[in-house]
């Protein structure tokens, strides 16, 4: 998982350096160069994380939020739990 993990991050950092760079006109032939990569840096990333990411362990029924438990809470109004 490691490699995606750097993968991931390599290309998010590039683009978000592009924006910046795009942002302020520094550099303007390396931005160029980016945007005209991005594309394909974009789908390379999207193959690798396809073909060597691994499934979630959850399903969506199952796991459909996970900020809190969906258990009713012990001394709720009855408009605040569910039926």
């Given at each position: 998982m490691k490699p995606i993990r750097d993968t991931v991050f390599g290309i998010t950092l590039l683009l978000f350096m592009y924006a910046i760079c795009a942002a302020n006109s520094w550099l303007?032939?390396?931005?160029?160069?980016?945007?005209?990569?991005?594309?394909?840096?974009?789908?390379w990333l999207l193959l690798k994380v396809l073909k060597q990411g691994s499934p979630a362990a959850f399903t969506f029924e199952g796991r459909f939020y996970e900020d809190r438990a969906l258990t009713p809470l012990k001394d709720a109004p009855a408009s605040v739990t569910r039926s």
């Open positions: 303007v032939s390396a931005c160029v160069a980016v945007f005209m990569l991005s594309p394909i840096l974009l789908i």
